[in-house]
Each structure stands twice: as C-alpha cells, then as structure tokens.
C-alpha cells in the first residue's frame, strides 16, 4: 500500500520549480499519460471527465445562442488550404501531412485540419444561396493537429481536443455582433465556471488569427505571472468570402458577398484551472466543473452500519451533485492525499462516533477547512459550502491577477518589473508593429490584448514617445 | 419558392435504383454534403444530430455499465501499429500514411488511427499493475480512418465516426462476459432505439476482426434484402496482451497475462436507419432517435390567434418531446414534403377552424394516418401515437426480414434463392473456411454470423457434405 508521505512527496512544489509542479499535477492527479506518438497526450477518464464537462456545459450555451452542430472532414487537400493565402501562410509550417493511403501515394497532398475555416468554407459556397439562408451557425467538437516542436500537456500539444464555431451573415455588423456574443460567452464560462476571472480586448494585428480582420481574446493569469490566451473570436469581414466565393443573392436580388466569424476554446483551459487554482497538495478544482464534486469517505469502515450510513448520504446527495464513495480497503491517509490530489472539492467523512451524533465531518480543498455539520443540515451546508469554495476561488484568482498587474510609463520600467516578477504589464503603445516587436525582442514580453476597458496611463507610447493609441495588456505567456 | 412536387420528383424510387433512392435521401433530407477529400463526408447538422442522439444513448448505457470515456491520440507510429501480427496485416492495406510534419520528413510514418487497439494495449500496459486495477473499463467517441477504394455516405467512408470500447479483465471469463454484455446492449439499443431488429451470433474465423480469439456481430438486414453488420464485439483472449506485455499481480502475487475485449459501434447504423425504415417520400425515422420528433405547422398563419396558438403547443409538447415549428412563409404543401423527407415521425397541423373546434390535425410520416385530435386529448393521444409508430416500424422491419430469410439445403437452392431475391440465407456448414470461400465465390453471399439461436436444418454441410457443425447466417452484405 503506498503511504500517504509518498504520494504527497512525489509532487514538486511550485516554489521550487513551476514546470516540474505543473506536469507532476497532470500525471499524479491522472489526468494524463504519455503516449508514444511525440508530442501527443492520452486523456485519462478523469482528465477527460473535466472536458466532458466543459462540453457540456459549453455546448449548451451554444445551442440556446442558435448554433448547430455538425462534423468536417479531418483531412484538407493542400489544394484547398492555400485558397486563402494569409492563412496558407500562418499554418503551413505547422500542419502535419498525409502523403500515403496503403500502398498508395496520392495525387495530392492532404494536410490534417489544424483548423477547419477552408472546410467549412467550401462547404458554405456549396450551400448558402439567399438572405433567407443566414445566418448560418455552425460549431464542431473535433481535434486538431499542429506540429509544435516543443509541447507541454493541455498548453500545447501536437493534437488536442478544441470546439470550432464557423458562422456566416448576410453584414459585416451581424458578424461583429456573432464574434463579440461568443467572446461573452467565453469570458462568462470563464469566470462562472472555471472561476478564472479574464480580460477581453482585442489581439493586435501582429497577433491576430491567419486571415482574419479582427481577433479578439480572453486573457487570464497564471500562479507564475505567465498569461494564457484562454479563447479566442475572430471577425474575418468578407476574406474568406472572396477567396472562397461565398455570395447570397439579398432581398433585391443582388449577389453579395457574406461576412463570417469563427470561435474556438480548446482542452487548454484545463491547464489553466491548474495554473490558476491548484497548490502543492495537487489539483484544486471549482465545484461547477469538477467530476467528483463531493468525496464521501467512512472511517472505520467495519463498524456496524457505517457503510450503511454512507451509502445512505451517497444517495441523497447524488440526486443534486456529482458523489463519489470510496469502499476500498486503503488507508484513510491515503484516501485524504489521493481526493486532495484530485482537486476534490468537498471532503465527507463519517465514522461511528458521527452517526451516534447525527453529524459528519466536512473538508473544503481548497483551504481545508474542517466543519462538523449536523445531518438535518446537511444539504444546506453542502449547497452553501460549495457555492462559498466557487466565489472563493474566484475572488483569489482576481486578487492574484490584481496584485500582479503593473502599469509601466516607460521602457526601462517595463524590463525591471517583468525581470523583477512577472505579471500584466498595462502600457500605452503607438499602435506600430515595430514597437510591439521591439518591446518583445527586449522583455520577453508579447501584446496580450488591447483590452475593452481602457485606461489612460499617459499620452505617449511607451516604446517611440509618438501618441498612443491604446493601451495594452503585455506579458510573457504560455 | 419551390414546389411540393418538384422536391418529391427530386427522389429517385427504391423500386427504380436502389443505390440512387439511398443517395437522394442522404442528400434531399441534409443528413450530409460531399466534401473535396475523397470518401469523406460532411454531417451537416440534421445527420449530425441523429449521431448525437445514438451518443447520448449510448453513452449512458456504457456509464451505466461502468465504464469511462478517454480520448487517444490519433496517430499510431508503425511500429506501434506492427506489434501484433495479425492486426498489422490486416490494418496495413487501408491506413492512411502521416510522413511530414511541417516541412520536415518524420523519422517514423504515423498512420491515423483505423482503429485504437494498439494505442490502448500501450497505455494499459504502463498503468495495468495489480488485480485490484481490473477490470479497466474504457470507451472513446473519435473518427477513424480507413483508405477505402469505393465508398458510401454512412455505409463506407474513408474516414466515420465511431466508439471503440476498450476493456482489461483479469480472466477470460471476465473478458469473455463483457464481449458478450456489450453485444447485448448493442442489439437492444438497434431494437428499443433505431426499431431495428438484429441477428445476433458469432463471426467464423475468416469474417473475426484482425487479431480477436472471437467476434460477435449483429447483422440487419435492408430493404433490398442485403445485410448490414451494424456493431461488433471482440474477445481478444491473452493476445494482444502477450503481444505489449500487459501483465498483472494476481492475489497470489503472481504475474498474469491480462484479457481483453473491443467493441464498436458506428455512423453507418445511420445508412442502417435508412435503408430499413425509409421510403420513396424520404427519410422515415423511429421516435427515439428522431431529432425533430414532431413538427408543428399552422395553417393560414395571418389569421389572428394562429400562430399564438401554435407557439402555445409547441412551448407545450417542448416540456416532453423534441418539437419545432415552422413559421416561415412556405407553402403548406413545401413544408409537407420538406419534413416527409427529413423523416419526422408527426407533423400537427393547426389552423383557424381547428383552433374554434379545440382540436388540430396530427399525421404519421409512415403510413400518413391523419387524426382529430381534441387537444384536451393531444399530450395522452401523441404519446401513444410515437409509441405505436416506434413499434409499428420495428414490426415492419422484422417482417421484412421474416419473409426475406430463406433457408437453403442445396448449393442450387441457395443459388437459386439469392439470384431470385437477395435476403438471408440460413444453411448448414461444417466449420471449414475453404467450404465458406467456395459459397462465396459462387452466390457472392458471405457469411454473416453463426447465430446464437441455433436450428437444425440438416445433418450435413451445404458444401462439401460432411458432418455440419453449425447453421450460418449467409447473404450479399454492405
């Protein structure tokens, strides 16, 4: 039997070395194995468990928004990817190639999707014919291919599980207000279930999607001061329209061409509730996108009517929450290390000595805070309990990201903060690509998004002195 | 607008060319677009949905069951693919070959995933140590991709959506049991779900999946009398796990070998649907796979109260039942035929005079039996009604299949039979592959299953003569 000491020794602290401690959460908490294919991840059930429940939940704001489902071709023939040619140009490097089917080499090259906007264009060419067809809202839940040379479980993956919204309008401001809706959607997700506060803006052209006019972006915070981009919502105008020859005859009988969006969220998003919430006791998972919500463990198991009693409150409690009840013969030291490695939000144990008090004992992960709760009370207290460890999470996460938000007025401030502690860098910037790049090539540090809300830091780009434009969210990131 | 008629003419009749009467129903129901990569299809939305429906299904069936979805990458390095013989050889001829990443030439050839034995036999073998870990209960929704030369919506595409089922037991009973248990809740979920009725039995050696001790099948059989292999189930025994060294520590503390089982199910029980339910007017689908279920239209829509009333049954029959209403300015008889071919199983019609009298019109999509119904009665009158036509259509089915299943004594017979009408074929057989190989050849019928139900036709091989050992489902197959 492997003793608690073990299993909580085996986790890297997060002080120590924040790479070792983040893979050590993804393999101990069994989210992930490796597989032998360079670069590619197997989910394991409970890791998967989480997507599932990001699908979900994700899926369901999606059809009450009028979206529709539906399935493309995994494959592109290079023919059809280089029909736009700012795209062509972001993703060829990246794309991994089908050359042979059996014995065969074919005519032509298929890539496999790293993104399926040439798909789901063609598709719409084929399809949409008058004003009454739009709009046209699609999403997939697929996986995707791209070939990064260096990966990182959930951050970055040679394949990895993502959603895909491609939508075509009859007007550039229907498609403005499609692209802003989902990014909504997105930031609310974010914060209501993930509890991972965000900020929204938009990329900067540098950044921007390959072929799109505009792309916008949910920017959040990691325990180490490192951004992650966490989803992102691009407008493309007509582009993609003209390359592709999507036209509608509108109401005067005239062809015109269609305006289009597309919206993705991946399974990077589990690799920011680790960054976000976990510890060095493993994962911490909010309540509303944990598999197990409630852990129920019965302590002196043999004693008459323990099990009974358990079992009991399993019932009860899996009519409203996602229960788990652990009748293994393990230790009750290893169980506790085991659900807390496991992010398990709420911890019930109940022995014979509870059950002659008509009590149990309640651990919230998060902060492991012990409560005895009467039975009577016991919904009650659940209910409140987890709906407190979701806010809690929450309101830490902004008061991390608050506290690790700096405002540079110069250059020289910049380096010494980002050198200093990383974090949000808010600075003014020119709106010239070669003041991005420069501040880049000095700090390590990329334009995270020109937020919504802006604010007025001073007058003049932090880079060239010319009058700003903006300000700008900068940081290193994943 | 276009007219009713147009739209029916659109279908080819079944009667006419049966392969044609298929390809228009997949096409004119929008169950699927052709895409510009050969053998690949689009599920555009109504296809996609019914796929959503036997997902749901399904998947409650399997985690009722215990078991837990994961998700495996989709690429398999050959060498990977090469470790077990039989499945290599058999796999080999139709994987699709991955040799570039980006612009570099890969060390290894990846083939994308035909099927994910190999990929899962790897993991357990890293995470399978004690008895106490089995059984390993897993399951996967992905695509898989199979280099077919000649291929058809739902029935053989180069690349379709499936499950593959993938489970470790300790003994090969334990493995044995879950073969069959998987098989079982295949067929119920073909009768109960899709009102299909399957023959469920055993595959010989010549038709068991590559690598697999056994496999089970269930077969349905189409309108013009050809069969369908709709789900199959392995028993792998101990090969596979001798093959990648998947061993355990049995109570005893000795290492065993592992057992497993691979189950899958897939998008042709979509083609299944149609060519057992379908017919000249489109697409006739059983209620409980139905993604409209009903579809309201009002009558004379301008006419004050109308459309108030219809939106009031719809808010209504919502609560139950998978409902939309149709408020475009269509012609009555447009929207008759648009939901005739997309199959939907009732269709109320409700205009001024039906609002005055309480009551409005309900019609079948099988057999176009109109009713009045009062609407007092219409939430008790449409549940019987969707359940009647769920059974009617399976009824229908097993009678079709009743009278098109023939039993042969003869070689001549059997010939005879399947040139004058395609359908099963049962006769006896001794058990030897070269008797099953010289059927083939002369009636093009194969094997479909050594059923579980077995009959005693005659004492001899229909072949060579010799002692028979089992009677054989035969018949020309999808």
């Not at 983040?22 to 998967?48: E, N, Q, W």
């Not at 190639?97 to 065969?104: A, D």
């Not at 790293?114 to 709009?135: G, K, M, Q, W």
């Not at 999507?246 to 690799?271: C, F, P, V």
């Amino acid at each position: 039997m492997m003793s608690n000491e073990k299993l909580v020794k085996e986790i890297t602290s997060m002080e120590e070395d924040f790479a070792q401690w983040y893979t050590d959460i993804v393999k101990k908490a069994d989210l992930i194995d490796y597989s032998s294919v360079r670069g590619c991840m197997i989910l394991r059930p409970y890791g998967f468990a989480i997507w599932e429940l990001i699908q979900k939940e994700l899926d369901k704001k999606f059809k009450e928004t009028g979206h529709e489902n539906v399935c493309m071709p995994m494959f592109i023939p290079e023919s059809l990817l280089q029909k736009e040619k700012d795209h062509i140009e972001g993703f060829a490097p990246e794309v991994a190639w089908v050359t042979h089917g059996g014995s065969e080499k074919l005519t032509e090259r298929l890539c496999v999707r790293p993104t399926s906007e040439t798909l789901f264009c063609e598709h719409y060419a084929n399809i949409v014919e008058s004003y009454r067809d739009l709009p046209m809202l699609y999403n997939q839940w697929c996986s995707v291919v791209r070939w990064e040379k260096t990966t990182r479980p959930f951050l970055r993956s040679v394949e990895f599980l993502w959603q895909e919204g491609h939508t075509v309008h009859a007007t550039e401001e229907d498609a403005q207000e499609e692209t802003l809706k989902m990014l909504n959607i997105y930031a609310d997700f974010c914060k209501d279930f993930l509890a991972i506060p965000v900020i929204e803006g938009q990329k900067t052209d540098k950044e921007k999607f390959a072929g799109a006019k505009a792309t916008y972006t949910i920017e959040s915070l990691m325990h180490d001061g490192k951004a992650l981009q966490s989803g992102t919502s691009h407008n493309f105008g007509d582009g993609f329209a003209k390359a592709f020859g999507i036209q509608y005859t509108d109401k005067e009988n005239k062809l015109q061409y269609a305006h289009q969006t597309s919206w993705g969220m991946s399974t990077r998003l589990i690799g920011g509730l680790i960054m976000v919430h976990s510890d060095n006791n493993g994962l911490v998972l909010p309540p509303n996108i944990a598999p197990i919500q409630i852990v129920i463990l019965p302590i002196n198991m043999k004693k008459e009517g323990v099990i009974e009693k358990a079992n009991e409150l399993k019932d009860l409690l899996s009519k409203k929450y996602r229960v788990k009840i652990d009748l293994t013969d393990k230790s009750a030291g290893w169980k506790y290390s085991e659900y807390e490695m496991k992010g398990v939000p709420l911890r019930l144990e109940i022995g014979p000595r509870d059950i002659q008090n008509n009590q149990c004992v309640l651990v919230r992960r998060d902060n492991r805070e012990k409560v005895f709760v009467n039975l009577d009370d016991l919904e009650t207290t659940i209910n409140e309990m987890l709906k407190t460890l979701q806010q809690d999470l929450f309101d830490k996460a902004l008061k991390h990201r608050n506290e690790n938000t700096f405002v540079a007025k110069t250059l020289e401030q910049f380096e010494n903060q980002i050198n200093k502690k990383q974090g949000f860098i808010k600075s003014m910037w020119c709106g010239d690509t070669a003041c991005e790049e420069k501040i880049k090539d000095l700090t390590g540090a990329t334009s995270r998004c020109i937020p919504f809300e802006q604010e007025n830091i001073s007058d003049t780009c932090i880079c060239c002195g010319n009058p700003a434009k903006k300000m700008v969210y900068w940081a290193k990131a994943y």
